[in-house]
């Protein structure tokens, strides 16, 4: 029998609560679009995976990636930025250059 899917996520003071699809910084309501959880979802289930945009643009697109950087790059900036915004003093994402991305350890 399988592990029940957990249904909370967290990492370093974000929660992302998968039954309601809210997410919060440290009590503090963090507003995010759909592809934007999806992202986090995605990067708090792998916590040691480092994803390449390709990765993450057809796990959370669904679509096959033809070279659409610009999509995945706004979506990660939007990310970090709201992150900062809630908390400053935290870094959650790294740019592993000309690789992608993957969750600050």
Do not use: C, Q
Not at 5 to 21: A, C, F, Q, R, V
Not at 47 to 63: D, H, R, T, Y
């Amino acid at each position: 029998r399988k592990a029940a899917e957990p249904k909370i996520l967290t990492y370093k003071n974000l929660t992302l609560d998968l039954i309601s699809g809210t997410a919060a910084v440290s009590g503090k309501t963090l507003t995010l679009t759909s592809k934007e959880f999806a992202i986090l979802e995605l990067m708090l289930k792998n916590p040691a995976k480092l994803w390449s945009k390709a990765n993450l643009f057809e796990s959370v697109w669904g679509e096959n990636y033809l070279s659409d950087e610009n999509t995945v790059k706004v979506h990660m900036s939007n990310i970090r930025s709201k992150l900062k915004k809630l908390d400053p003093d935290n870094e959650y994402i790294e740019t592993v250059w000309g690789m992608g991305y993957r969750l600050v350890t």
